[in-house]
T-cell receptor, first 109, second 115 residues
Framework: DAKTTQPPSMDCAEGRAANLPCNHS???????VYWYRQIHSQGPQYIIH???NNETNEMASLIITEDRKSSTLILPHATLRDTAVYYC??????????FGQGTELSVKP | DAGVIQSPRHEVTEMGQEVTLRCKPI?????LFWYRQTMMRGLELLIY????????DSGMPEDRFSAKMPNASFSTLKIQPSEPRDSAVYFC?????????????FGQGTRLTVV
């Protein structure tokens, strides 16, 4: 299974863009990059995923480098409610989601 | 759909007792996952099913843990006998097809405390 590396914590000012990096240098060609977040003690929440191309939805944007060895999740206008732990995951065949330690994002007023 | 439903939300039990956690996946989803979360170890995948059949149980910590999926709409995770170190939040998740291009949806979890 490809492993991911994320910074343990980040701060962001409310209203500004939050850019969360992730390294996945051993990713295989058919593996997708998924992002989830977990707010306090709730169940993890799906945010976005991608294979090669950049993706955007109502929650966030995902930028994947051309060599696919790293990606960045962008929350364009962070709010206090975006404070959470963000997990970058490479999805392996068979459907397993293996969570790392994630990045604890603190959005400050 | 109401999403993935787990019960109970909270469970407090004495060491040595049997504990059963329940999960109802989203209708139509054919993959079901059980996770455990603790401060020390984070989110760990315990076991997952495809079409009610266990595919990978390598994350199940000990023989005290067992999981079943008797039908497509119900799964249980049982701990017998329970120990204080089993205290954690247990999450169930489901997804469709299981290929890489699908997302998993999580329940709200069961917070288990073994005293």
């Amino acid at each position: 299974d490809a492993k991911t590396t994320q910074p343990p914590s980040m701060d962001c000012a409310e209203g500004r863009a939050a850019n969360l990096p992730c390294n996945h240098s051993t990713i295989s060609g058919n593996e997708y990059v998924y992002w989830y977040r977990q707010i306090h003690s709730q169940g993890p929440q799906y945010i976005i995923h991608g294979l090669k191309n950049n993706e955007t939805n109502e929650m966030a944007s995902l930028i994947i480098t051309e060599d696919r060895k790293s990606s960045t999740l962008i929350l364009p206008h962070a709010t206090l409610r975006d404070t959470a732990v963000y997990y970058c995951i490479v999805r392996v065949r068979g459907g397993k989601l293996i969570f790392g330690q994630g990045t604890e994002l603190s959005v400050k007023p | 759909d109401a999403g993935v439903i787990q019960s109970p939300r909270h469970e407090v039990t004495e060491m040595g007792q049997e504990v059963t956690l329940r999960c109802k996946p989203i209708s139509g989803h054919d993959y079901l996952f059980w996770y455990r979360q603790t401060m020390m170890r984070g989110l760990e995948l315990l076991i997952y099913f495809n079409n009610n059949v266990p595919i990978d149980d390598s994350g199940m910590p000990e023989d005290r843990f067992s999981a079943k999926m008797p039908n497509a709409s119900f799964s249980t995770l049982k701990i017998q006998p329970s120990e204080p170190r089993d205290s954690a939040v247990y999450f169930c998740a489901s997804s469709s097809h299981g290929g890489a291009n699908t997302e998993a949806f999580f329940g709200q979890g069961t917070r288990l405390t073994v005293v």
